[in-house]
């Protein structure tokens, strides 16, 4: 254990490398070597072995023996891949910006998966996030990323030998990882702080360079933070209590934007990934407030126009939410101080802003403090929407300001090794840089089916030799018995049609639904004709416990004599567990309950790399699947209990009736053409669409643009817009309450004919508010049986003769369906001009 003194003087030391090596150290901080293959074989050429278990090049780089890397530095066959490796590099680096203007864009997120040496990831949210850096320096976009440097990062699993989940929280050092201290101009380290109910809390600021862009990561394990419970906030992802989870919200809202602050850094655009973020709105108008003088509500509404926040989240299981006595007492100082209103933070957070017993929202507040808002698919879109539809009241659900951009995946992580280099043979020299375009996967019906075929083969006895090994590593761990471990050794078919299943184990996800009729299941799998085997990985949080016993009955299962072969449960599910499975399995199985998977990123990942899906039509597959590239299980119903026998029922119906007739059928040649057609199928239409690439350019076009727009519209002329705004806001909540139809004009009579005109004409009270300052709109739609609008549309009236403090307004519309139509009126506030950017609570009146 080691001898605790103090004070301890610190200092660091770097590695010593030859002269002609000297920029190794540059490259191996930058992490562009997790896409870039080029990178990558620098420093796996260096060590094979060493880079296998570690894939950390600063790690490597500090282990190397001396003569290992003179060696290296005296062999030309080196130097030429150093000196290439090199010319990449700064090829990369130097491209010409996006855009030249002042931009910034600054992206929030509690976790980012960005390369296996870097922990700070527990999921799916992760690597999107990491996916969203990395297509962002692609792009060359100005944007930087704030996020926290976990001391011990999310968990490493291991299971007992009765198949149950244990945590390990190994220790990172950070002086032995691809980031560096940033350091003001003086060359002392960066420290910001922010304030607890027991003190200051100190924050020292990391950067990493993830390709042309930064991500900074805020650490409170220093010495200045005597207190270990303040030392701790940084020390686990998800882990601790709610105090915890408070903390470390408030260091990642309100200290990431004082370190951008402290650094120079004016972002214009802001980006909350998920709702952990949610506190940075109030520092930003905190800083409007002391830096500009403008009021609460002028700050604010400044702050809103350029903040967007993605949702997701499809069940409210999934929101962070904390009693109202907890905000209090670490915000309360914080709005004294910065005179925000308290009243005014508590009905930011909550749906009914006058329930003091409703507990604090961080999604709420990001909804109410953003103007912009997105779910991750299209969907989830829908889910959303109806999920957050009364904080819009009055609002007709097709009409809540949640759009949605469907999440992708970035290919160059995901897609590399012997598929690669046979896209290298077969498509457009350029594919690497152009694989969004649709057109250029067009080449891969050029592709022969043997070649195909033989690369997927040697992918996936890769992938049995991985699971044999790190399953036999893992059973020597827990002492198992010399029987387990051999069959281990043994595990797995490399003729078998494979199934891949791996994901977080929530219980939603229903990973145990291909074994509810094991009989059956045992009958397909030990078919000697047509012989399937299944490989599972994912780990439960440490206090899911539903979820720990998941694992344990499959874990128990795989310990069947008639099973034992033929499926295994991976550990420790991480970004190489991950690529070697979407790489090398046969088929990925997704089967969650419909409605309640925001998107789901791990059947992209399978199918860029030819791996067709069968999955349930939720998140990206509802809007992917066709019938040629995938098999889809049930049908678009949102899921209700007692559907899990039926989908179980329709795996095995599925896997017998047509995906194995499909894949073991085999022509003169002895290939399956018809499922290599598939695969292909596969690769051609969800490579160029369901990359990070689209995801970020959406996020760029539909989004950023707007927001930033707004921003400078805001910022102009000493903030004039900003006052101007909330003095009108202010002026029509007084006068609402006398706003309403004076006259609600002559009712449409008899039978209208295809064509013809319907003219619309209301007097609306105005309670001395200009015509301007309100939109008067018709809602147009077919009638349901039960008298509800259904498929309506938005007919704007204009405003026209005044009478007295009323106004007339007017339209003509033609109706472009014929049946039984109806409409519907209403008044609200003109104080938006993108229906995305509509503020939640808006005041609409109805006629």
Known sequence: ???????????????????????????????????????????????????????????????????????????????????????????????????????????????????????IYSGGLGVLSGDHMKSSSDENYPLVGVGLLYQKGYFQQSLNSDGWQQERTPVNDFYQLPVLPVLREDGTELKVSVRMPGGEVWIKVWQMMVGRVKLYLMDTNIAENGAADYRDITDQLYGGDAHTRIRQEIVLGIGGLRALWAMGLKPNVFHMNEGHSAFMPLERTRLLMAEQGLSFSEAFETARASNIFTTHTSVPAGIDLFDGGLVYEYLNAYCHEAGIPIDQLFALGRRNPSDNSERYSMAILAMKASSYRNAVSLLHGDVSREMWADLWPGLPVEEVPITSVTNGIHLPTMLYGELAMLYDHYLQPDWRERYTDPRLWDDVADIPARELWEVHRKQKRQLIQFVRERSVKAAERRNASVAETRRLEQVLDPDAFTIGFARRFATYKRATLIFRDVARLKKLLNDRNRPVQIIIAG???????????????????????????????????????????????????????????????????????????????????????????????????????GQDEFHASGIYSILENEILPMYFQRGEDGLPLEWLERVKNCIRKISPQFNAQRMIREYMHRLYEPAYAASRQHREHDYAYSRRKAAWAQKVEAAWERVGFADMGPKPQGLLISGERLSLRVTVELAGLEPDDVRVEALVGAVSPGGALAGSEVIPLVAGERKGTACVYTCEYRPRQTGRLGYGLRISPNHFTDPLARPCGSLIRWG
């Open 1 to 119: 254990m080691p001898f605790q003194i103090q004070p301890i003087s610190e200092f660091v030391v770097k590695p010593s490398l030859p002269a002609a090596l000297s920029r190794l150290p540059e490259i191996a901080t930058n992490v562009l070597w997790s896409w870039d293959h080029q990178l990558r074989a620098l420093f796996r050429r260096l060590d094979p072995v060493m880079w296998r278990e570690t894939h950390n090049p600063v790690l490597m780089l500090s282990r190397l023996k001396p003569e290992v890397l003179e060696r290296a530095a005296a062999d030309a066959r080196y130097l030429a891949v150093y000196r290439r490796a090199c010319e990449r590099f700064d090829s990369y680096m130097q491209a010409q910006p996006a855009y030249e203007d002042d931009r910034l864009i600054a992206y929030f997120s509690m976790e980012y998966g960005l390369a296996e040496c870097m922990p």
């Open 539 to 641: 780990k439960a949080h440490p206090k899911d416990h539903p979820g720990k016993t998941l694992i344990r009955e499959i874990v128990q299962l795989s310990r069947d004599p008639e099973l034992a072969q033929h499926l295994v449960f991976v550990e420790d599910y991480s970004l190489q567990v991950a690529r070697e499975m979407v790489q090398g399995v046969d088929l990925w199985l997704n089967n969650p309950r419909r409605g309640e998977e925001a998107c789901g990123t791990s059947g992209m990942k399978a199918a860029i790399n030819g791996v067709p899906n069968l999955s349930i039509l939720d998140g990206w597959w509802d809007e992917a699947y066709e019938a040629d590239l995938g098999f889809a299980l049930g049908d678009r119903d949102i899921y209700e209990p």
